[in-house]
Structure formats: C-alpha cells, structure tokens
C-alpha cells in the first residue's frame, strides 16, 4: 500500500480566503490570533498574540473567529472533489488542544489509498501533480508526503512537504527526526517527554515500551507504531453524497455580477470531482446568489448534453454571469445540481468520429443559450401531418441526442417533391383560359397529389397539389381548392417555390 497525506494547515484561514483576494485578514480563537494572512503577517501580525494587540499593529485589519464546522464542511467539499482519483479516502481531522494557536491545533487533511491508482494516473509524479494544481484551484495549500503507512505519511506531510517513502527502511529514516509533538497522543505529555529528552520519534523508540506505556499510555505506543507500519490501522472511508451542493460565503458584498465568477470557479472544481467519483456527468445546475435585502437570485443553466468537463461548465457560467444584472449586493453563493445521469469515461480518439461533431454542435447551442437565452434558441421539426402548413414545428432546443439521431415524427414523402421555402400564407392565383396565371401563364408539369387531411383539428384540407413553371422557368408549388372553405374562395393559390 502506499499513502498520500495532504496537510492542511492554513485551513482554518483558508475557508474565509478562498472567496476571494487575499486581504489584511487573520482568523481568532480564544481571543488570540491563530493564523493570519501574508498582508497580515507583513503588518506584524502573527499567530499567538491577542486579537487587541493585533488590531493596533494593523488598523485594517480583518477579524473572523475560527469555524471549526465550516473547516469541516470544506473538508469534505475537498474530499469530494479527491475521490475522483481513488475511492479509499479518508478525512484526517486532529481534535482541538487546549492551548490555542499552537501548531498541534490546526492540522487536518486527507488521506488517500493511492497504490492502485499510480498507473492510470501517469505515475506518481503526475498524480501528485494533479493534485497541487487541483488544491491550487480550490484555494487551499497543502503539503503532500507518501509513505506505505497512514499514521506515517500523515507526520511527513505535517512536518515536510514532499517527502517520500517507498519502504520499510525509508519510512524509518524519514520519522526518525520527525517532533514528538506531532503525535496526537503526545499533547498530554509533551513537558514530561521534553524533560527526559524524547524530542524526537527516534529518542522516543529508544525509550523501554513498557515504561512508555505505565507513564504516557498505551495510545502513544500504538499511535508510534502505526507510522511506523508495526500494527494495522483501520480507518473509516469517506464516501460522496448522493445530492451534490456547496456554498460559498464571501468575504466583501459583491455587486458586479461578473466578480462572482472567481469563487464560483472553486465550486464548479469541486463538482467536477464529485461527478468524476460518481461516474456521472451533469444535465443542470443552478448558481444561487444570495443577498441580504433581496430575494436569492437563482442562475439556471442547462446543457444541450450532460458532461463533467468543468472548463464546459465555467464557459457556459461565465456568459450568464456576463449578462446578469444583481439587483442587490450578494454576499454567500450555492451551487446546485439539478439534474444528474450515469456517464461512462470518454474513449479518446485518433480521427474525428460524429460524436466530436456533435459534441461541438452542443458547445455552440449552450453557449448561445447562455448569452440569448433558454427558450431563444429553437430548432424546426416535422410533424407527422401531410398538410404543408401543419408539417412543422418549432421548439426549443432541449436534447441534442434526439435532435443528432433525426428522431422526429414525419408523415412520410408525397407523390411529389415539396420545397423548402413555403409561402404564409398562400397566394390566391388567378385564372386564364382554364390555366392558372401568376405573372404569365403556368404550365403544369406533374401532378395531380391529393390531400385531404384535418377533419380532427376543424382545419380540414382538400387539395390537388401540381408542380407548374412560369415563363421565366421558376418552379412553383400549386394547388387547387376541391371545396370552398368558409375563410376562401375556390381556386387556384401558390404555396411554394422550388429553388
């Protein structure tokens, strides 16, 4: 087995920045500074003092007291988006010690089961770079550290970043300098072990197990021997909820629709790592953007055919929100998934094939209906009627896969051809010698084709259809009126032109 451990450790600071820039902010616990931001630390601000004395150091500051649940909530929002690249994750949350703003305080993360995973990844290498750069786009840091053991890769991430061990031997060398500190359950005890010289893992192994145990308790053998690999250590996996939503508070009242885009980014990363866990792709999501002297405005975007491309989703995000007016300051967005279906992995291809044809024939119709509108973007059908004026329809643009598979309820082909360009409505013709007389004389070169059709709608037809050219050799689709309806006269009318 081999372990991944991403330490967070500026999350406590990070739930509150990843909204936004990073201003002069720093994160209170117990009325002390726990962490703070680098425009903060520039000030002089740092961890430890009272939130008194940083405010006289920077008078811009900004205060927020520590969310423990809101650390929480955005841990399992990243540990969503990780299970895209194996489903053996596990939430690492270290509970709160006594003495605020010390380094043992603010330490969760992820662990991942990543063995299995290296070789569709690309290696290692490639997976832990996927990782930086996904951690990145989300708006938190971590540092990363692989180790066979949990408990082991865990103490190399919080104590280094990029540390590696492959075997027994390198995990050995790799703990031994590591600070007793960093086990958890050396936090009772951490004045007694400096005391008698156990600053290290390795000044602690050399210590007689059995007295270990009688002072300190066994928790801290069993937790020692877990990051060395000695004993196993079960761990509960964290598992994607079947309903995707996440939200976003943000730092400052944002009144530019357009600003929204930068933390709405985040969101949409994380629900491609959901959908990417699922197996799933997505149809609709909705961007509720929240306010506190109007009504949630509610952005409803939906997809000509379901995808988890997120570079898709932004594109598409970002043209409503370029076209949206807020009516009043937002301060927290929510990102919701309307509707979602089962999608297999994309094959990739050599040659372009029609589902790439149609897929970009998607990418157009969404884009359009962002920028213009759901219902501004229609497409004509037939209709299984044989009236020419009734064989269409216009609707809306909803599914791309019927309107690609030309799924549509046709009457089937006359005795004649039709055209294309139809005449609303029909021209009454007039009568010459017995022959109908449109700019000159027609002549009739096919028919006759005889409709009679819509005695169920009170639009009854009954037609004899002809194809006539005039003297300049246009073609022309004519027909004659067998029975005299209430709204016209008997005769002859053109209904169509050939081009």
């Not at 005890?189 to 156990?198: P, R, V, Y």
């Not at 004649?416 to 021209?427: G, K, Y």
């Not at 009954?462 to 006269?489: C, G, H, K, M, T």
Request: neutral net charge.
């Amino acid at each position: 087995m081999l372990w991944l451990a991403s330490c967070l450790s500026r999350l406590p600071l990070e739930v509150f920045l990843r909204a936004g820039a990073n201003p002069c902010l720093a994160v209170f616990e117990r009325q002390h500074i726990v962490q703070a931001s680098d425009a903060a630390l520039a000030l002089g601000v740092r961890p430890g003092i009272k939130r008194a004395t940083a405010l006289g150091l920077a008078s811009e500051l900004v205060l927020r007291e520590r969310d423990r649940a809101l650390e929480h909530e955005t841990l399992c929002q990243l540990a969503c988006w990780a299970l895209q690249f194996t489903p053996q994750l596990s939430l690492q949350e270290t509970a709160a010690s006594t003495r605020a703003g010390t380094a043992c305080d603010q330490a969760s993360g992820l662990l991942l089961e990543i063995g299995a995973s290296l070789r569709l990844f690309g290696g290692r290498d490639a997976l832990l770079a996927r990782l930086r750069n996904g951690f990145a786009e989300l708006g938190v840091s971590a540092r990363i550290a692989c180790a066979p053991s949990a408990t082991g890769a865990w103490l190399l991430a919080r104590h280094h970043d990029g540390a590696f061990a492959a075997t027994q031997a390198q995990l050995n060398a790799r703990l031994a300098p590591i600070p007793v500190a960093l086990l958890d359950a050396a936090h009772p005890h951490l004045a007694t072990l400096e005391s008698i010289g156990a600053r290290t893992l390795k000044d602690l192994a050399q210590f007689p197990r059995a007295g270990l145990a009688r002072r300190f308790g066994q928790a801290l053998l069993v937790e020692l021997d877990r990051a060395l690999g000695r004993s196993p250590e079960p761990r509960r996996w964290f598992e994607a909820p079947l309903r995707f939503g996440s939200r976003l508070e943000l730092l400052a009242q944002v009144e530019d629709a357009g600003a929204l885009l930068f933390a709405a980014q985040r969101l949409i990363a994380q629900l491609g790592g959901w959908l990417v866990a699922r197996h799933a792709a997505v149809r609709a999501f909705t961007l509720m953007c929240e306010s506190e002297t109007a009504p949630p405005l509610a952005l409803r975007l939906r997809l000509a055919q379901p995808s988890r491309d997120t570079a898709r989703l932004l594109v598409l995000l970002r043209e409503r929100l370029s076209l949206t007016r807020l009516a009043a300051p937002v301060h927290a967005i929510e990102l919701r998934c309307d509707e979602v279906c089962a999608l297999a992995a994309d094959n990739a291809e050599l040659f372009p094939v029609p589902a790439s044809a149609r897929e970009s024939l998607g990418r157009l119709i969404e884009r359009l209906q962002a920028r213009l509108g759901q219902g501004q973007v229609q497409r004509l059908l037939v209709a299984a009627d044989h009236r020419p004026e009734a064989a269409y329809r216009i609707e809306v643009v909803d599914d791309l896969g019927e309107l690609a598979a030309g799924k549509q309820d046709a009457a089937g082909a006359g005795a004649l051809p039709r055209p294309l360009w139809l005449l609303d409505p029909p021209l009454a013709l007039t009568e010459r010698n017995n022959r109908p007389f449109w700019h000159g004389p027609l002549t009739l070169l096919a028919g006759p084709e005889r409709i009679e059709s819509g005695w169920w709608d009170d639009a009854l037809v009954q037609r004899d259809y002809f194809i006539a050219i005039d003297e300049s050799d246009a073609l022309l689709w004519i027909y004659r009126e067998r029975v005299a309806q209430p709204e016209n006269r008997r005769g002859w009318f053109v209904q169509g032109r050939f081009g």
